[in-house]
């Protein structure tokens, strides 16, 4: 069964930096793309950021030269490297991986991590 185990949230001041993690687990044969998108109160989920297998990363807008996207293909992780981060930063970040196996090819999320950005 595969799954996707997120770490690395929780309340930061503005300018602060966090890093997310998100480790998939299961009978995997390759993960192509993977990444992280958020949700924030009333709000419709958004992508921030996603990586392909060999590296090619693409950002929202808003997060351009704040956030780094990186992945250790030999852990199935990504990660995310959110700097300067400001209030309107605050929302549920969710890992999202579109996973092959030796029977299939399905879309995973992760099950959330709140990001909080308050003084």
């Known amino acids: 069964q595969v799954q996707l185990v997120e770490s690395g949230g929780g309340l930061v001041q503005p300018g602060g930096s966090l890093r997310l993690s998100c480790a998939a687990s299961?009978?995997?044969?390759?993960?192509?793309?993977m990444g992280w998108y958020r949700q924030a109160p009333g709000k419709q989920r958004e992508l921030v950021a996603h990586i392909t297998s060999d590296g090619i990363t693409n950002y929202a807008d808003s997060v351009k030269g704040r956030f780094t996207i990186s992945r250790d293909n030999a852990k199935n992780t990504v990660y995310l490297q959110m700097n300067s981060l400001k209030p309107e930063d605050t929302a549920v970040y969710y890992c999202?991986?579109?996973?092959?196996?030796?029977?299939?090819?399905?879309?995973?999320w992760g099950q959330g991590t709140q990001v909080t950005v308050s003084s």
């Open positions: 999202h991986a579109v996973i092959y196996t030796r029977r299939a090819v399905d879309a995973y």
């Open positions: 299961g009978s995997i044969f390759s993960i192509n793309p």
